[in-house]
């Protein structure tokens, strides 16, 4: 199974220091003009007061920006960290066996003295593997921003926003992991992967301004993500028992259906 983790992560090399270097680029962009919006927020804040409460919710539920936790989570957190992982974890679920189906290399793979269970986990594995390397890439730049912006927030508020938000884009990938093993197209794999994702905000934040969505909103994994509480450390951990239950869902799904196809 090793061997097929270390060829996974070698295919996929130069594609993750693509994302790991986007990422960092991304962050470091968003995050150095602090200062000069921390020397005027109140003229900021007095703009953005007016806002529809429906906008409010869609740059991440709070009107406070230019605080400290307001402007972390508006800039990083609630909308281009998540998009970032998102896609690339989108990406990789619905690509790690559909790449070898595409290109014929999967009866290479089980001719090896390998089971489909374990070749199942190994391209699971990498997946994760390289999904939290770009994470920790942007974990590292975060912190070193944050310092060097002086950005007052706890390290460890920041490692946990970021932990929880890593486990939701898992999340997203898993879904597509699960219904790529079925067989089904790759696009359909994406498609429904990104209604989940893409669907969970749009539903989350007009949750906020209209009450009846809210019930709906808890069916998505971005319900549970909630940046704003991790960031001022508040967060309600029971929350983590939902992205458990989906991802070990998701396991089910590909071990059931993967085993019983035939790939020949």
Do not use: H
């Not at 998505?220 to 450390?233: D, K, N």
């Amino acid at each position: 199974m090793k061997p097929v983790v270390k060829w996974t992560v070698i295919l996929r090399k130069t594609s993750t220091l693509w994302w790991s270097f986007a990422m960092a680029i991304f962050i470091f962009i968003n995050m150095i003009f602090y200062p000069s919006f921390k020397n005027d927020a109140a003229e900021f804040q007095k703009s953005f007061e007016n806002l529809p409460d429906a906008a409010l919710q869609f740059l991440g539920g709070s009107a406070d920006f230019f605080s400290p936790v307001g402007f972390m989570n508006s800039q990083v957190y609630f909308i281009m960290l998540p998009m970032i992982l998102g896609i690339l974890a989108i990406s990789l679920g619905s690509g790690l066996l559909a790449r070898e189906e595409q290109e014929k290399t999967i009866e290479g793979l089980l001719a090896r003295p390998i089971s489909r269970s374990r070749l199942l986990s190994a391209k699971a594995i990498a997946g994760s593997a390289i999904l939290t390397s770009v994470a920790l890439i942007g974990l590292l730049t975060i912190l070193a921003t944050s310092w060097a912006v002086d950005l007052e927030i706890s390290s460890t508020s920041l490692v946990q926003a970021t932990f929880v938000c890593l486990l939701m884009a898992v999340t997203f990938g898993a879904i597509a992991f699960a219904l790529s093993a079925t067989g089904k197209a790759k696009g359909a794999s994406i498609g429904v992967a990104t209604f989940v994702a893409l669907g969970g905000y749009i539903i989350g934040s007009l949750a906020g301004t209209i009450s009846w969505l809210l019930w709906p909103s808890k069916l998505f994994p971005f319900y549970y993500y909630q940046s704003e509480t991790l960031l001022r450390g508040t967060y309600n951990w029971n929350n983590i028992w939902y992205f458990i239950t989906i991802l070990l869902l998701c396991a089910v799904v590909s071990w059931l259906s993967f085993r019983r196809r035939d790939l020949l």
